[in-house]
């Protein structure tokens, strides 16, 4: 499916639906420490082809809502995990 659901930890209330562009959502992570506000997001088109993936990543707010910060397209094939590397 190509969209990501915002729960509340709180209330358990669902906040927002943000769907995404370009493709299904294959794989989704979130810093616990650091970059908390961001997620990190993992689409492809479904071909399995070299470069069919692409990583979005968006800024969360408080309420719920997501803003896409920054797009690598098609960068990758299917995203499966993330490691930071310096």
Do not use: H, P
Request: aromatic share 8%; charged share 20%; net charge negative.
């Amino acid at each position: 499916d190509n969209k990501i659901a915002c729960v509340s930890f709180s209330t358990g209330n669902l906040l927002n639906v943000y769907e995404m562009e370009g493709g299904n959502v294959d794989y989704i992570e979130c810093d616990q420490v650091g970059n908390i506000n961001q997620m990190w997001v993992g689409i492809s088109d479904g071909s399995g082809t070299a470069k069919s993936g692409s990583i979005v990543v968006l800024e969360i707010s408080t309420d719920g809502s997501l803003k896409e910060v920054t797009r690598y397209k098609n960068v990758c094939g299917k995203v499966v995990d993330f490691e930071y590397k310096q």
